[in-house]
């Protein structure tokens, strides 16, 4: 008995070592599916016979038993995004770009690339000869906080000095209504309107360029409503994703959550 099957494990080693099993795929590396990237011996998931070599192997469950080592998988690599564009228009709702791009293909089955262009909501309230348009725009304009960020290094105008970076206020608002447009929202850049609800407390920043360089406040505020005065608001970036709030009060600070925190545009 003990003699039979060290027999058969003889015969296997001889048939593995007979049969390429050092390198199937040696030199036959091939990139997407590609019948023709073909090889004989064992698979990576056992069994002898033929199997491949090419990009696709992996996802079919094919590949030669040395893939993995003579073709290993090299993920996609990306660079850093870009800086976030201008708005499409001046004065108008509109959208802003920001790409990155490819340093390395990914080979052989590795991770793909992510996303490369991103786009989010934005308006901005100088019109190319620097004249103030904000007072165009009745209702509260609003857009996800991470915009905020880079609007602290685009506000490089000559209407805010530097020593002014700092200025602005937060208002605190409780949703009373809102659009089934936010709820249903999947583009990239505009998931944050799924985050809207009703009845929530939501904090809105009031920040340079947005605020008015006469009246040093953000329009659509609420300033000097009262609490039963219901305001109007619209998102940026989808003009059907829009309600209405009431004014709770006004701080120095947000302290909301991320997901319930935005920026007067």
């Given at each position: 008995m003990?003699?039979?099957?060290?027999?058969?494990?003889?015969w296997?080693?001889?048939?593995?070592a007979?049969?390429?099993?050092?390198?199937?795929?040696?030199?036959?590396?091939?990139?997407?599916?590609?019948?023709?990237?073909?090889?004989?011996?064992?698979?990576?998931?056992?069994?002898?016979?033929?199997?491949?070599?090419?990009?696709?192997?992996?996802?079919?469950?094919?590949?030669?038993?040395?893939?993995?080592?003579?073709?290993?998988?090299?993920?996609?690599?990306?660079g850093e995004?870009s800086?976030?564009?201008?708005c499409?228009?001046?004065?108008?709702?509109?959208?802003?770009?920001?790409?990155?791009?490819?340093q390395?293909?990914?080979?052989?089955?590795?991770?793909?690339?992510?996303?490369?262009?991103?786009?989010?909501?934005?308006?901005?309230?100088?019109?190319?000869?620097?004249e103030?348009?904000?007072?165009?725009?009745?209702?509260?304009?609003?857009?996800?906080?991470?915009?905020?960020?880079?609007?602290?290094?685009?506000?490089?105008?000559?209407?805010?000095?530097?020593?002014?970076?700092?200025?602005?206020?937060?208002?605190?608002?409780?949703?009373?209504?809102?659009?089934?447009?936010?709820?249903?929202?999947?583009?990239?850049?505009?998931r944050?309107m799924?985050?809207?609800?009703?009845?929530?407390?939501?904090?809105?920043?009031?920040?340079p360029?947005?605020?008015?360089?006469?009246?040093?406040?953000?329009?659509?505020?609420?300033?000097?409503?009262?609490?039963?005065?219901?305001?109007?608001?619209?998102?940026?970036?989808?003009?059907?994703?829009?309600?209405?709030?009431?004014?709770?009060?006004?701080?120095?600070?947000?302290s909301?959550?991320?997901?319930?925190?935005?920026?007067?545009?």
């Open positions: 003990g003699g039979t099957a060290l027999s058969g494990a003889l296997l080693g001889l048939l593995w007979g049969s390429g099993a050092g390198g199937s795929c040696q030199g036959k590396c091939c990139q997407g599916r590609d019948a023709a990237c073909v090889g004989e011996g064992w698979r990576e998931g056992g069994g002898y016979g033929t199997c491949y070599c090419d990009g696709g192997c992996r996802r079919a469950g094919d590949c030669c038993h040395d893939h993995g080592q003579a073709c290993p998988a090299i993920p996609c690599v990306v995004w800086h976030w564009s201008g499409a228009e001046q004065c108008h709702p509109g959208l802003r770009i920001r790409r990155r791009y490819v390395q293909e990914p080979k052989n089955g590795g991770e793909p690339c992510p996303a490369l262009e991103e786009k989010a909501g934005c308006l901005e309230y100088l019109t190319y000869q620097g103030d348009c904000g007072h165009e725009h009745v209702p509260a304009f609003i857009t996800t906080s991470e915009y905020g960020k880079e609007r602290k290094r685009r506000a490089a105008s000559s209407l805010w000095p530097s020593d002014k970076d700092a200025a602005g206020y937060c208002v605190e608002f409780r949703t009373e209504s809102l659009s089934q447009q936010c709820a249903l929202e999947t583009r990239p850049y505009a944050w799924q985050y809207l609800r009703e009845g929530h407390t939501v904090c809105v920043a009031c920040q360029p947005a605020m008015s360089t006469a009246t040093q406040r953000c329009s659509g505020d609420g300033h000097n409503a009262h609490g039963d005065k219901i305001l109007h608001w619209e998102a940026i970036g989808n003009s059907q994703c829009q309600g209405t709030w009431k004014k709770i009060r006004q701080l120095e600070h947000c909301c959550p991320l997901v319930h925190s935005f920026i007067f545009t």
